[in-house]
C-alpha cells in the first residue's frame, strides 16, 4: 500500500502542466531518435545534460525517461518500413518486420510493435513500482564488501556479454578505469594522471567522457564510413490489427516482459540480448514456424514488449543500487551526479517527490507515445531523408557547446576531442562503449568500497567476501567467467558424436557414388 500511495503522490507531480510539458518533449524526442540511425538514447541524454544545467531535477529526469521509452518506439519504425534500425534493440523487429513490410503488411508490423512496447512498457513500469522499494529496502543493509563485489560483477558482466571478445570489453573497461583514475585521490590528496595540471585536479567530468565516446565518437565514425545513399520511405497506411493479428500478438504481449524486465534488471546485455531471447521464444511456441523469416507478427510483438519491459527493468538496478547495466543508465547516473543526487537504497527516502515523480512519468510517456506513434509513423520515416552530414555536423557543434558549458574551460573542449578520437579508436578496433562508460562512473567508487572493506578488515583479503552476500555475488561471477568454456566443452562433445555420425553417413555416400560410376 506504501509503494501505491506513494505512486498516487508521483501522479500529482508528474501531472502538474511543466512535467507533463517535459514528458511530451522527452517522448517526441526519443522517438525522433530512434527513428534516426546512429543516434542512441544514451547518445541524446549526453548531449542534453549541459543543456539542463538550469532546469529543475524532476522535470529534467522525466524529459530523459521519455526519451528512453520514445527511442525504443522509434527505433522499430524503420526496422520494419526500412530495414534500418534506428536503435540496437530494435534490430531484431526487422527481421520479421521488414519482410511483413514488403508484403505490404508495414501496418499492421507497426501496430504489433507499438502495442508491444505498451504493453512491455506498462508490465515492466508496474514490476518497478513492486519491486524497486522491496530492492531499495534490502539494499540499506548491504556493506563496503558486498557493494564492490556487486561492482565487480556489473564489470566482469558487461565485458563478457559486449562486444566480440572478452579482451575487447576488458580493454575497453580498462580505459574507463584509466580515466576514471584522473584527479585527486579521495583518499590521499595525490595527484593521478593530471601531467601537473591544476584543472584536471577535479577529474574528467562524466559529461564529458559521455558526450566524446557517444557523440564525438559516432560522429567521426559515420563520416570516416559516409556513403550517400537515397531511399523513399515505404509507404505506409493507417495502422491496425485485425481479429487474427490480435489472436496471435496477444500472449507474445504477455510473455516479453517476463524475459525483458528480469534481464534489464541485472548486468547481461540489456535490451538487445532480451529481444533474441524473446525472438527465439516466440519462434519455438508459436504454430506457424513456417512464417518466420518471411514476416511473423509474433516475431515483431514479443521482441518489442521485450526491450521495453527491459528499460523498465534497469531502472530498478540503477534507482535502488546505483549501478547502470545499459549505455542509457549509466549516463542517466551521470545526470543524477550532476545534480548531486546519488542513486541507491537511500534515494526513495531522500528524493520521494522525483522518484514517484520520475516512475508516474513513465506511465503518462507510454500513453503519449502510444498515441503519437500509430499516426505519425509516415512522418518519422520521412526524417530518415535528413542528409547525414548536416545531421552529424549539428551533434557536433552541440556537443561542443555543451561540454564548453560544463566548466568553462577551453581544456574542456581539448579533452573533448580526445576523448572523441578514443572512442573513433574503440569503433574501429571493436571495443564496446559501455564498459568504458560504467568504469568512468563505477571506477571510483569501487575503488572506495574497496578501501573501505580493507579498512573495516584491517587489510585483511578475506574482509572482501566476510558476507554471505559478497560470497554469492563471487560465486555467480565465477560461474559467468566459467560457463563460455564449458559450453565449449560441451559443444565439442556433441561435435565429436556428431562426427563420428556424419562420417558413415559420409562414406556411405561415397560408397553409394562409386557404385554408380561402376555402373
Not at 506504501?2 to 503522490?9: A, E, F, K, P, T
Not at 580505459?175 to 583514475?181: D, E, K, R, S
Not at 590528496?189 to 584536471?200: C, M, V, W, Y
Amino acid at each position: 500500500m506504501d509503494s501505491l500511495n506513494s505512486l498516487i503522490d508521483g501522479f500529482g507531480t508528474a501531472l502538474t502542466p511543466m512535467n507533463l510539458l517535459w514528458a511530451a518533449v522527452g517522448v517526441l524526442l526519443g522517438t525522433a531518435i530512434g527513428v534516426l540511425p546512429g543516434i542512441g538514447p544514451a547518445m541524446a541524454v549526453a548531449l542534453l545534460l549541459p543543456v539542463t544545467y538550469g532546469l529543475e531535477p524532476t522535470g529534467a529526469f522525466i524529459m530523459f525517461a521519455g526519451i528512453y521509452y520514445g527511442a525504443m518506439f522509434g527505433g522499430s519504425t524503420t526496422s520494419i518500413l526500412l530495414n534500418t534500425p534506428g536503435e540496437s534493440a530494435a534490430v531484431v523487429a526487422a527481421i520479421e518486420g521488414n519482410p511483413m513490410a514488403k508484403s505490404g503488411r508495414g501496418a499492421q508490423a507497426l501496430a504489433a510493435a507499438a502495442g508491444g512496447h505498451f504493453a512491455g512498457g506498462m508490465i515492466g513500469t508496474t514490476l518497478l513500482v513492486l519491486l524497486a522499494p522491496a530492492v531499495a529496502a534490502l539494499a540499506v543493509d548491504i556493506g563496503a564488501p558486498d557493494y564492490f563485489a556487486i561492482m565487480v560483477l556489473a564489470f566482469i558482466a558487461v565485458t563478457s556479454v559486449l562486444g566480440s571478445s572478452r579482451i575487447r570489453g576488458l580493454a575497453s573497461l580498462l580505459i574507463g578505469l584509466t580515466v576514471g583514475l584522473v584527479g585527486l585521490d579521495q583518499m590521499t590528496g595525490q595527484q593521478r594522471l593530471t601531467f601537473g595540471s591544476l584543472q584536471l585536479a577535479d577529474g574528467i567530468d562524466v559529461v564529458i567522457v559521455a558526450v566524446g565516446l557517444f557523440a564525438i565518437g559516432e560522429a567521426l565514425w559515420v563520416a570516416a564510413h559516409l556513403r550517400r545513399s537515397s531511399g523513399e520511405a515505404i509507404p505506409v497506411g493507417r495502422p491496425w490489427l485485425g481479429k487474427d493479428d490480435l489472436r496471435r500478438t496477444w500472449r507474445p504481449w504477455l510473455r516479453g516482459p517476463l524475459i525483458g524486465f528480469p534481464f534489464g534488471a541485472i548486468p547481461a546485455g540489456g535490451a538487445d540480448m532480451t529481444t533474441f531471447l524473446s525472438y527465439v521464444t516466440e519462434k519455438r511456441l508459436s504454430k506457424h514456424k513456417d512464417e518466420f523469416g518471411k514476416g511473423a507478427i509474433e516475431g515483431v510483438a514479443g521482441p518489442e514488449s521485450a526491450a521495453t519491459a527491459s528499460a523498465a527493468g534497469t531502472l530498478v538496478s540503477m534507482l535502488t543500487l546505483g549501478l547502470p547495466t545499459t549505455a542509457i543508465a549509466a549516463v542517466m547516473l551521470a545526470a543524477f551526479q550532476q545534480y548531486g543526487i546519488q542513486p541507491g537504497p537511500l534515494l526513495f527516502e531522500r528524493e520521494s517527490e522525483l522518484v514517484w515523480g520520475l516512475i508516474a512519468s513513465l506511465f503518462i510517456g507510454l500513453a503519449l507515445l502510444l498515441a503519437l506513434n500509430l499516426p505519425l509513423a509516415p512522418v518519422w520515416a520521412k526524417l530518415l531523408r535528413i542528409p547525414r552530414p548536416y545531421l552529424y555536423a549539428g551533434i557536433l557543434f552541440f556537443a561542443a557547446v555543451g561540454a564548453y558549458a560544463v566548466g568553462g574551460e577551453a581544456l574542456d573542449l581539448v579533452i573533448l576531442l580526445i576523448i572523441g578520437l578514443i572512442g573513433f579508436g574503440m569503433r574501429r578496433y571493436g571495443l564496446p562503449v559501455l564498459p568504458a562508460v560504467i568504469g568512468v562512473i563505477l571506477g571510483p567508487a569501487a575503488e572506495q568500497q574497496l578501501r573501505r572493506a580493507l579498512q573495516i578488515s584491517d587489510g585483511s583479503v578475506t574482509g572482501l567476501v566476510n558476507t554471505p552476500f559478497s560470497v554469492t555475488v563471487y560465486a555467480v561471477i565465477v560461474l559467468l567467467l566459467a560457463w563460455p568454456g564449458v559450453r565449449k566443452l560441451i559443444a565439442r562433445g556433441r561435435g565429436r558424436g556428431g562426427d563420428g555420425d556424419g562420417g558413415n553417413e559420409s562414406g556411405g555416400d561415397r560408397d553409394g557414388d562409386r557404385r554408380k560410376v561402376t555402373a
